[in-house]
């Protein structure tokens, strides 16, 4: 399986491996299938979202 990065889209990252959405969504991130997942990095979600994107890429990696 491909490396997940924060430098990835939602859309990269759930067609990498869809097992993230949970995580995604227990982070806080809802809009999974909106239009701003597929153009939107990991971090700059993250960021709209007051996620700290160090956390969510631990608990992405541990899965």
């Given at each position: 399986m491909a490396d997940i990065t924060k430098e990835m889209t939602i859309g990269?990252?759930?067609?990498?491996?869809?097992?993230?959405?949970?995580?995604?969504?227990e982070a806080g991130m809802h809009c999974l299938g909106c239009p701003s997942a597929q153009g939107e990095?990991?971090?700059?979600?993250a960021m709209v979202h007051g996620i700290d994107i160090d956390a969510l890429m631990k608990?992405?990696?541990a899965l």
């Open positions: 990269e990252i759930l067609r990498t491996n869809p097992d993230v959405a949970p995580v995604l969504m990095s990991l971090e700059e979600a608990a992405i990696e």
